[in-house]
């Protein structure tokens, strides 16, 4: 698999799974567990089976992504 076939499923599956995603609309609707927004964002991180595929297909975009911290990057004055 190539770069732009590994974008074009992340796409896809952001479109077509993440979108109708059950958790998010139980949260929406508060009928579903009471989670606030980071422990949401753990969820779908380390629990949701479309971010898991989604971080298997990001090795065909050049590795893994690195984050920055505060500051980190930017120029000194």
């Known amino acids: 698999m190539n770069r732009s076939d590994a974008i074009k499923k992340i796409v896809h599956s952001l479109d077509t799974k993440c979108g109708p995603c059950e958790v998010k609309e139980?949260?929406?609707r508060g009928t579903g567990k009471a989670m606030n927004a980071a422990?949401?964002?753990?969820?779908?991180?380390?629990?949701?089976?479309?971010?898991l595929e989604m971080q298997d297909l990001s090795r065909y975009l050049g590795g893994p992504?690195?984050?920055?911290?505060?500051?980190?990057?930017?120029?000194?004055?």
């Open 65 to 77: 992504v690195r984050r920055r911290r505060n500051g980190e990057g930017r120029k000194q004055a």
């Open 39 to 51: 422990q949401f964002q753990q969820h779908c991180i380390h629990n949701c089976p479309v971010s």
């Open 26 to 28: 139980d949260r929406g």
